[in-house]
């Protein structure tokens, strides 16, 4: 049995799509596995970012970056662009830097999709040695 020239097709670009980190991702609190906010990835100049486009707790959506510094400084938080400067390695996206806008620290940090799963999205922050990876989910 010949399988259709576009049943390939779509399957291939399904598979691609599947595997792309570009898009929509839910940011899940560790503790409870509450979601707080969406986070949209992009590549902007060969270099990949990330923006907080929705916080799910309403009263925290006009908060503010206080602790943030430089251009980030006071920025709502809502509207930040937490990832910045992404560069693809291999099936890793390496040496960017991820703030934390509770506490305004800035982490070096890698980003890859969970290789059991490619709607989880592993992102890992360092300090020296010390690290701590946090996953996030696929939003359609």
């Not at 503790?31 to 906010?37: I, L």
């Not at 923006?51 to 006009?62: A, G, V, Y």
Request: hydrophobic share 35%; aromatic share 12%.
């Amino acid at each position: 049995m010949k399988i259709p020239l576009i049943l390939v097709s779509f399957l291939f670009a399904v598979n691609l799509h599947a595997q792309d980190i570009f898009g929509n991702w839910k940011t899940i609190k560790e503790e409870t596995g509450e979601a707080r906010s969406i986070v949209n990835i992009y590549q902007e100049d060969g270099k990949v970012f990330g923006k907080i486009t929705r916080i799910f707790e309403e009263s925290k959506r006009d908060k503010r970056c206080t602790k943030c510094k430089g251009e980030d400084k006071d920025e709502k938080v809502e509207g930040l662009v937490l990832l910045k400067n992404f560069t693809k390695e291999d099936d890793e996206f390496v040496d960017g830097t991820i703030t934390n806008p509770v506490n305004g620290k800035v982490y070096d940090s890698k980003m890859w999709l969970d290789e059991e799963n490619p709607d989880i999205l592993n992102i890992r922050g360092y300090v020296g040695f010390f690290y701590k990876t946090v996953h996030w989910e696929r939003v359609d």
